[in-house]
């Protein structure tokens, strides 16, 4: 929702979003970590008033270029180019 200071980011079980039509999974490296250092990396971006809701935008601000920061933050690494390749066209 779009109250400020509130988070734009939800949880949900891999590739069963309700909400959206899961495409294809991409493996984009493997993370050495314990459960709670991970959960607190994912918590730390998800947190981050980048990501705040009101903050969401279709084509600048997306939940594809959520995934962008966290697979940095996690492997080092960015997804590929074409999965928000039609926002940034």
Not at 10 to 19: D, H, I, K, Q, S
Request: charged residues 25%; glycine residues 6%; neutral net charge.
């Amino acid at each position: 929702s779009d109250v400020p200071g509130k988070s734009g980011v939800y949880c949900t079980l891999p590739e069963e979003n309700a909400r959206h039509t899961f495409y294809q999974r991409v493996l984009v490296g493997s993370v050495r970590a314990s459960r709670d250092d991970l959960c607190q990396r994912i918590d730390k971006v998800a947190r981050s008033d980048k990501w705040a809701a009101t903050n969401y935008d279709l084509i600048g601000q997306n939940c594809n270029h959520f995934v962008t920061e966290l697979c940095l933050e996690l492997t080092g690494r960015r997804p590929p180019a074409w999965i928000n390749g039609t926002a940034e066209a």
